[in-house]
């Protein structure tokens, strides 16, 4: 299983990003997939969630109406647009997928991309 994160970067205050998690090696439909982040300072949280077939989404307070998350089950890609960045949202991006189809299914991590908001 491979999860491979893109669409980090540099941006100002203001400005937007929209990551990318291709997912292979799974059956995509089978997982539900989310983003969390992670500073050196803070433990990794939760920023959003879509189910397996996209019918509920879930964000954390901090981004609510701020980013969204979608997922393409045909490219097994799932995505995270961000909008109206701010300096606390700088942080390394993971991208999960759990598996849904059993109690205590596997989790499986990207490898994480960088997000710097900065002037």
């Known amino acids: 299983v491979q999860l491979v994160e893109s669409g980090g970067g540099l941006v100002q205050p203001g400005g937007s990003l929209r990551l990318s998690c291709a997912a292979s090696?799974?059956?995509?439909?089978?997982?539900?997939m989310s983003w969390y982040r992670q500073t050196p300072e803070k433990e990794r949280e939760l920023v959003a969630t879509?189910?397996?077939?996209?019918?509920?989404?879930n964000y954390a307070d901090s981004v609510k109406g701020r980013f969204t998350i979608w997922r393409d089950n045909v490219e097994s890609t799932v995505y995270l647009q961000m909008n109206s960045l701010k300096p606390q949202d700088t942080a390394v991006y993971y991208c999960?997928?759990?598996?849904?189809?059993?109690?205590?299914?596997?989790?499986?991590w990207g490898q994480g991309t960088q997000v710097t908001v900065s002037p």
């Open positions: 879509i189910d397996d077939f996209a019918f509920r989404t």
């Open positions: 999960q997928a759990q598996y849904t189809r059993a109690i205590g299914g596997a989790v499986y």
């Open positions: 090696g799974l059956t995509f439909t089978n997982y539900h």
